[in-house]
Each structure stands twice: as structure tokens, then as C-alpha cells.
């Protein structure tokens, strides 16, 4: 009876211990990193997600995402900042708390005026709309932009060159903030450098393709969303032979599909065989709320190393 007793006991505390771990279990962090940009010489602050469990593994290396937002997204990088809260990958791992296991980097693009060229959705844009991480489950998430046109197959638009390469006052005006970010955070924290990542929606997905062509010894994989490459600047993303995956709305028509195909076909005439095109027919420009929410998505990117 004794005996019993005392292995009940011993169960009761082993189990008890194991309770207190997993309640004691690291959660995710989301910090602010202030930095001086080069553009203005003015201090501003970048998202820093660091992952559930990252203080408590101590000799893990994570993979990163460098996060490019869309053109509503711009702002001050201080009180501003929040408006990079509302879409992407940070949206998911933070506001919905999707268990994501990538330190995430989520800079915010400077305004360059964007406020006074009557763009509504800046003009009208407020606080209201930035998600808040809620102390006990997530909050609604936003519907899906109306799609009221009829799904239908388009050719390629096939000549280029009249085509600007960049959207105006893009992420291409901060490529040194860029690099001083990643490098920062390279350094500061245990990231694995052979797995960085770049994707962005919109005027981000434009970003991504750029900033993949300037350096493209950098990155594991690339994942421009809802917006496409030039030809005439993926010839070095093809050199390093990154691996791509390209998403599009069929009923997008902020930026039409037929502009897609020429930089991924050129890609592909230059050898590279890591190229992947998904095009959501049924969605419109946020198709971007499919893609980042996806766990297919994530688990592609884990799976890409440098």
C-alpha cells in the first residue's frame, strides 16, 4: 500500500512539472529596433518578430522573413508604424498568432509624399483599421475584396519595354536602410543566413523582385505576391538560380495578370528550374490574404536553404 502511495506521489509531481513547463512555455515577442535612415537622416523603427521558443533554444539558428509591405502601409516608421500590422506575415504570426518559427523583419517604406497625391485608401486610412493581439483568442478576420467580374484566362502582354520596371517611390528608394536592417538583425540575433527569405505584396511584391536582383547572393528563395518581375532584372536572380514562387489574382485589376508572364518566361529561358507561378483565378489584388495564411506557403520556404 505504501509503495502505491509513494509511486502515485511521484506521478502527481512528474506530472505537475509538466504542466508548470508548458505554462512556462516562451511565448512570441514583437519588438521595435530603431535605426537612422539613410534617406533622411531622421531615427524611425522596424518590426522585429522573434518566434515562440527563440529565448528558451539557445543554440537554434532561425530562418528569417524580410517582410515587404504594400503602398497603404507607408508611414513614419514611429507613431505610424502599426499600419505594417495589418497585412502579411507579421498580421499572421502576431495578430492571429499563427505558430510561425521565422524571425520575421517587417520595415515600414517612408511616406515620399504618397498623402498628397489623393490616393484614398492612405487619405482615409485610420488608427481603427490597425488589429489589435488580443489576451485570449484573435479577432475577425476582414473580407476578401468583392470580385465581381467573371474569371477569365489572359494572354501575356509579351513587349516590355515600354513597361516601367519600378512602381514611383518604391522600395528601391531605401535599399541601404535595407541592407543596414538585415545586417543588423543578422547580427544581433541567431538567424540562420543561409535561410533568409524576401517576400511582399503589391508595391512589396514589385520590392521583392528588385531587392532580389541588387543582392542576390542573399537570399534562400523569394515569394513576390501580387506583383510581378521585369524581364530585364531577373537575369541575376536566375545567375543565383533562386527559388521563386510568384502568386497573382485572376480578377486583379490594380495589377493585371498578363504583366506576369514575360519575367517569369524569361527566367525560365535563362535555366532556371525553381520557378512556380499560382494564380488565385477567384481572387482579386488581396489574393496576398490567401497566400500568407496558408501553412503550404511557410512550409515552401522552410524547405529552401542558400
Known sequence: MMKS??????????????????????????ERISYTSSVDNKQRDFFLYLPKGYDAKADKEWPVILFLHGNGERGNGKDELDYVL??????????????????????????F???????????????????????????????HFATPKPMSGIPSHEDMTG???????????????????????QSRYRTDENRLYLTG??????GTWWLASK??????????????GH???VGPIAKHQIPVWQFAGGRDHTVPLQYFYPGLNRLEQLGHPRVRFTTHEDMGHDAWRRVYRSDDFY????????
Open 5 to 30: 502511495v509513494t509511486t502515485l506521489l511521484a506521478f502527481a509531481a512528474s506530472l505537475l512539472t509538466t504542466v508548470s513547463l508548458q505554462a512556462a512555455a516562451p511565448e512570441p515577442k514583437l
Open 86 to 111: 495589418i497585412h502579411g506575415p507579421i498580421y499572421e504570426a502576431w495578430i492571429q498568432k499563427k505558430d510561425l518559427p521565422f524571425i520575421i523583419i517587417s520595415p515600414q517604406l517612408h511616406m
Open 113 to 143: 509624399d504618397m498623402d498628397k497625391r489623393g490616393i484614398s485608401y492612405i487619405d482615409n486610412r485610420s488608427a481603427s483599421q490597425i488589429p489589435q493581439r488580443q489576451a485570449d483568442g484573435v479577432p475577425p478576420r476582414e473580407p
Open 163 to 185: 513597361i516601367p520596371a519600378l512602381l514611383p517611390e518604391g522600395w528601391d528608394k531605401v535599399e541601404q536602410d535595407l541592407m543596414h536592417i538585415v545586417n543588423t538583425v
Open 201 to 206: 505584396l503589391s508595391y512589396g511584391g514589385f
Open 215 to 228: 543582392h542576390p547572393e542573399l537570399f534562400a528563395a523569394i515569394a513576390p505576391v501580387v506583383g510581378w
Open 231 to 233: 524581364p530585364s532584372y
Open 299 to 306: 512550409n515552401w520556404l522552410l524547405n529552401q536553404s542558400r
